[in-house]
């Protein structure tokens, strides 16, 4: 048994491009503001959480 961490993105743009072409591309000046407002500090509190001991699932959608 372990424990993990897992973070991942969900964008309509996923549909319009090859994965590569999709995960290999530099971040929008929109996207880059979107992670270091809601994404860091999101990511930053569930690691917390992870440290202190709580393993249950949980899911985040962080907006716009």
């Known amino acids: 048994n372990y424990c993990r ?3 991942g ?3 309509p ?3 319009e491009r ?3 072409d999709f995960v ?3 971040f ?3 996207e880059l503001s979107l992670l270091k ?3 860091v500090p999101e990511v930053e509190a569930l690691c917390q959480g ?3 001991g709580e393993r249950e699932a949980k899911s985040v959608r962080v907006k716009k």
């Open 24 to 26: 290999l591309s530099n």
């Open 5 to 7: 961490i897992r973070i």
């Open 37 to 39: 407002e809601k994404v």
């Open 18 to 20: 090859p994965d590569v």
């Open 9 to 11: 993105t969900w964008t």
């Open 13 to 15: 743009l996923r549909d």
């Open 28 to 30: 929008s000046s929109d």
């Open 50 to 52: 992870f440290i202190a």
